[in-house]
């Protein structure tokens, strides 16, 4: 029988990429400044296709690329975005706030004469909705006072506009990933996890029911 974990050529999709040197979990925003040519390029091309891109977490390499370095390396999940917002405040400059909507995970790669990467990818299908247990309701309750002080500070799109689902382990794990000041092979391994419940004890065991923040 084919392995079901194989991607089929029906399931893959070809995504820009744009590789950076963090994890942007779902649900995430991320604004972005961009003056690369290879990424003006791709902003204007989704911008009139109507279409997103794919962040990945470098491993090797700089956002900002320089002659002579060694090319980026990444790692093989990544996250889908939306943009929300464009603005362009001068020549040669663009402000772009992103949205992170939906893992995937390469399939293979090849790089544009200009510098950009494409990948085909594939979408990885929805975490399942999980109650946060008891014993991490914690988290909930740390994760609501945090939240709550961060979205009165002003910001050009709401860091969080949909409604907080605070008993859901999934989008309660991932608030937890973005603002844990972890090292980021550590945010990356709780990223790459597919199991909810598993992320959010993980979260459980580096923070004490005391904390009042991340």
């Given at each position: 029988m084919p392995d079901r974990d194989t991607p089929t050529p029906q399931a893959l999709t070809e995504l820009p990429l744009f590789p950076l040197g963090t994890v942007l979990f779902p649900g995430a925003?991320?604004?972005l400044q961009l003056f690369e040519l290879r990424y003006l390029q791709m902003i204007g091309e989704c911008e009139r296709?109507?279409?997103g891109f794919g962040v990945v977490t470098l491993s090797q390499?700089?956002?900002v690329h320089r002659p002579g370095e060694a090319a980026e390396k990444f790692e093989t999940m990544g996250t889908r975005v939306q943009i929300e917002r464009i603005e362009r405040p001068q020549p040669g400059l663009v402000m772009v706030w992103c949205r992170g909507e939906a893992k995937f995970r390469i399939d293979s790669t090849q790089q544009r004469s200009d510098g950009l990467w494409l990948g085909r990818v594939q979408a990885l299908p929805p975490e399942p909705a999980v109650q946060v247990p008891e014993d991490l309701q914690?988290?909930?309750m740390q994760m609501h006072e945090v939240l709550t002080q961060l979205s009165a500070?002003?910001?050009?799109q709401p860091h969080w506009a949909e409604a907080w689902r605070l008993q859901d382990c999934s989008w309660l794990s991932h608030r937890w990933g973005e603002l844990?000041?972890?090292?980021?092979?550590m945010k990356y391994r709780l990223f790459a996890l597919q199991e909810p419940l598993m992320r959010l004890e993980l979260i459980g065991d580096m923070v004490a029911p005391s904390e009042r923040s991340p």
């Open positions: 925003l991320l604004p296709q109507g279409t390499g700089r956002e914690h988290l909930s500070q002003p910001s050009a844990l000041p972890l090292p980021l092979q």
